[in-house]
């Protein structure tokens, strides 16, 4: 439902004279150590390092989100790389889930008053006719009960929005102790498609100022100021199923399996997005594909998947097929779809190409971005794969989080750079996983032989694990497919199928 600006801010007068409770949600965070270096090529020196778990997944949720305390109180925010603003849910909200967490505002001061010069600042000329009123400073007012308050308003590229008045308070990153005055958007209106997994938003884009209309200190510059020694960085690391982490200050070294390769971007004051120079030219396999004025790729954690132009992806789904039929006899026309999912009895993975990007660094520095068709194939379940990829806007590509599911980012915000790395198994965690699935009986997939209790990857003709004695064992993985299958021949009960695409892969008897 599309409301005009009149019809909203009569709903915000009205919102503002009522109110609800909050909930509240326990925080995971940890601290971590840095790797300490200062040059271009190598780890970012810090002070220290402060990081926290992230919650969800590609798929199903769709978003990362972080555990944050506003004021006195919890809340989950989507870490967003392709915005700026924090935007929280408070309690007078006319359209926001009824169940979810709010900010209160009941019996506290800190609603941003339009008449505060020193927080309510407008940008010229944003005050514009549909504003209740304008400020000395020109800064666009709404009417909340005895006082005009400082008008906050977002909108997304889903078409999604928020709106509502500025607010002032603190900010703390998880539990560390990390903490900051900020001024960020009060939310009294929202779509039913703002946020649906998590209450709020921090945005934390290249900006260091944000005007929605009115002008606020974004939180991480915030962060940074307000903090001596920190460091104008942040580290993200995510996987497909199991959330991830986020860092900020420096690089925790667990989260990196090789070293950083730094990657400019603009470095424009008002630039609003971590956009990386991109050779014209991708390869699916082999063969290279032109994409022309196609010159950019967007850095972007909000979005869950990876966005081609319209004529790159038409160039890309043919190869994959022709790649498919050659490799596996699949040989009907358009069967693969960008966006689509499809049960598991689809070709397996050796089938598939690579998706190859290069991206162009200082001095023509070269760095391939190399998606496998196990990153760009999502297992949504046992049974149905969904690929990771579909149409995006413009002649822009954005890397989401199917690229950043492989690829570890560092945030260089001082020196205007983002770093990419191979992620570690499960962002360094090292967290066990014991996985239940369908067994598969694919040749030439063979994985492990178990020989009296020992793990060893093995090279073989067919598939087997063969368990005997009461064991387990660990093996660690890279971030490929790995299938472990029964085989006929063995005694019934004495396997267990295992399937895991990263991490560690805990193989018990059954």
């Not at 900010?171 to 560390?176: C, K, L, N």
């Not at 009060?186 to 998590?198: K, L, V, Y």
């Not at 100022?209 to 104008?232: F, H, K, R, W």
């Not at 990419?420 to 090292?430: I, K, L, P, V, Y």
């Amino acid at each position: 439902m599309v409301l005009t600006v009149v019809a909203f801010l009569m709903a915000l007068a009205v919102a503002l004279n009522s109110g609800s409770g909050a909930h509240v949600l326990p925080l995971k965070p940890a601290r971590q150590r840095s790797w300490n270096a200062n040059r271009s090529d190598q780890w970012l020196a810090t002070r220290e390092t402060i990081s926290t778990e992230l919650e969800g997944n590609i798929l199903r949720a769709g978003i990362f989100y972080a555990d944050v305390k506003v004021g006195t109180e919890l809340f989950t925010v989507q870490i967003d790389t392709g915005s700026s603003v924090l935007a929280i849910p408070v309690d007078r909200c006319t359209t926001c889930d009824e169940g979810g967490r709010k900010y209160t505002t009941e019996g506290r001061d800190t609603l941003v008053k339009c008449s505060d010069s020193s927080s309510c600042i407008g940008l010229e000329g944003s005050c514009f006719s549909q504003c209740d009123s304008c400020s000395t400073s020109g800064a666009c007012c709404v009417v909340g009960g005895a006082e005009d308050y400082c008008y906050f308003d977002v909108s997304y590229a889903d078409s999604s929005f928020a709106r509502g008045s500025l607010i002032e308070d603190t900010f703390e990153f998880g539990s560390s102790g990390l903490t900051a005055s900020v001024v960020f958007g009060g939310i009294f209106q929202e779509t039913a498609n703002f946020e649906p997994h998590a209450d709020g938003i921090l945005g934390l884009s290249p900006r260091n100022e944000i005007c929605d209309p009115n002008c606020v200190e974004t939180v991480m510059a915030s962060l940074v100021t307000q903090n001596e020694g920190l460091e104008d960085v942040f580290a993200l690391c995510v996987t497909p199923k199991n959330g991830g982490v986020l860092a900020i200050g420096g690089v925790p070294d667990e989260i990196l399996a090789e070293p950083l390769t730094w990657i400019p971007y603009p470095a424009t004051p008002f630039y609003d997005f971590y956009d990386v120079s991109l050779s014209p030219t991708m390869f699916v396999g082999d063969i290279a594909v032109q994409m022309h004025n196609v010159t950019r790729a967007r850095v972007d954690s909000g979005e869950p998947d990876l966005l081609l132009p319209a004529f790159v992806l038409a160039q890309v789904e043919p190869l994959i097929e022709e790649n498919v039929c050659n490799a596996g006899g699949l040989c009907t026309s358009g069967w693969f779809r960008a966006g689509k999912c499809y049960e598991e009895s689809a070709p397996p993975f050796v089938y598939f190409p690579s998706l190859t990007f290069e991206l162009v660094g200082d001095d023509d520095q070269v760095l391939q971005i190399v998606l496998e068709p196990e990153v760009y194939l999502l297992n949504y379940s046992s049974e149905v794969l969904c690929v990771g990829f579909r149409e995006g806007d413009g002649d822009l590509i954005t890397f989401g989080d199917t690229v950043l599911a492989k690829y570890a980012t560092v945030y260089d915000r001082a020196q205007k750079r983002v770093g990419f790395a191979t992620a570690a198994a499960d962002c360094g965690r090292g967290t066990p996983v014991v996985d239940t699935c369908t067994c598969s009986m694919d040749p030439g997939l063979c994985l492990f032989e178990l020989d009296d209790g020992a793990c060893e990857e093995t090279e073989c003709s067919k598939m087997y694990c063969d368990l005997s004695g009461d064991f387990s064992c660990e093996v660690q993985q890279k971030d490929v497919l790995k299938r472990c299958s029964n085989d006929a021949s063995q005694e019934e009960g004495a396997t267990l199928c295992c399937t895991r695409e990263s991490g560690t892969v805990v193989v018990q008897k059954s």
